[in-house]
């Protein structure tokens, strides 16, 4: 199946610095990819999703000064949580897909645990 | 406001029975269902989907009950096994501008025990 990699998997940070993720697909050209967060005990939450070379779409209540989204290539994307704070903890976790269209299929990656001090 | 909502955390089956897991959804738009099952470490893998047109979908010994009407839907494993010990998301999918907008529940983390 679909590989998709995420680095970090686990960051620990101070208050005020800026933290990058990355999200890559392995094996395949991923058209759209997605990212989420998940607040323990709570499900995951989309919190942007993003085409190549194109800007990303927020949901509503994301900042999209707070959280930037590259999606440079198709294999690539990251989102850097800017002068994060300790609410900003939590469990990111990405996914892509091949299609841009509904019922493309997405693949998860395995997540990075945020934790800002 | 919680969309899909796995009600129980936590499910402890005997191996060889069969494990429900239930899944409840507030918004009627919703038109695929879908079932993810995640290992530690790992990102949550797609499991079985089943259609707002249909009813009940099997694969194997997994089967997927959709009920419209009391907007529940529940996963079966049977029978279950030790290697199905993971964490399992219910999600549903409002389409919208083309993208595949999928919405979680908070996920049951189910134990098979020998």
């Known amino acids: 199946g679909a590989v998709v990699s995420q680095h970090p998997s686990r960051v620990i940070c101070k208050s005020g610095t800026s933290v990058k993720i990355e999200c890559r697909s392995l094996?395949?050209?991923?058209?759209?990819m997605f990212w989420y967060r998940q607040f323990p005990k709570q499900s995951l939450m989309l919190m942007a999703t993003?085409?190549?070379?194109?800007?990303?779409?927020?949901e509503q209540g994301v900042e999209k000064d707070k959280f930037l989204i590259n999606h440079a290539s198709l294999t690539l994307s990251t989102l850097t949580v800017t002068s994060a704070h300790p609410e900003d903890s939590s469990f990111y976790i990405c996914?892509?897909?091949?299609?841009?269209?509904?019922?493309?299929?997405?693949?998860f990656g395995p997540g990075t645990r945020l934790t800002v001090l | 406001d919680q969309q899909v909502k796995q009600n129980s955390p936590s499910l402890s089956v005997q191996e060889g029975r069969i494990s429900i897991l239930n899944c409840d959804y507030t918004?009627?738009?919703?038109?695929?269902f879908l079932w993810y099952k995640k290992y530690p470490a790992e990102g949550p893998t797609f499991l079985i989907s089943?259609?707002?047109?249909?009813d009940k979908n099997e694969d194997g010994r997994f089967t997927v009950f959709l009920n419209k009407s009391a907007k529940h839907l529940s996963l079966h494993i049977v029978p279950s096994q030790p290697g199905d010990s993971a964490v399992y998301f219910c999600?549903?999918?409002?389409?919208?501008?083309?993208?595949?907008?999928?919405?979680f529940g908070a996920g049951t983390r189910l134990a098979v025990h020998p």
């Open positions: 996914s892509a897909s091949e299609t841009s269209g509904v019922g493309g299929e997405q693949f």
């Open positions: 094996d395949f050209q991923a058209t759209t």
């Open positions: 993003s085409n190549e070379g194109s800007k990303a779409t927020y």
């Open positions: 918004n009627s738009m919703f038109d695929y």
């Open positions: 089943i259609s707002s047109i249909k």
């Open positions: 999600a549903a999918i409002r389409g919208s501008g083309g993208y595949n907008k999928l919405i």
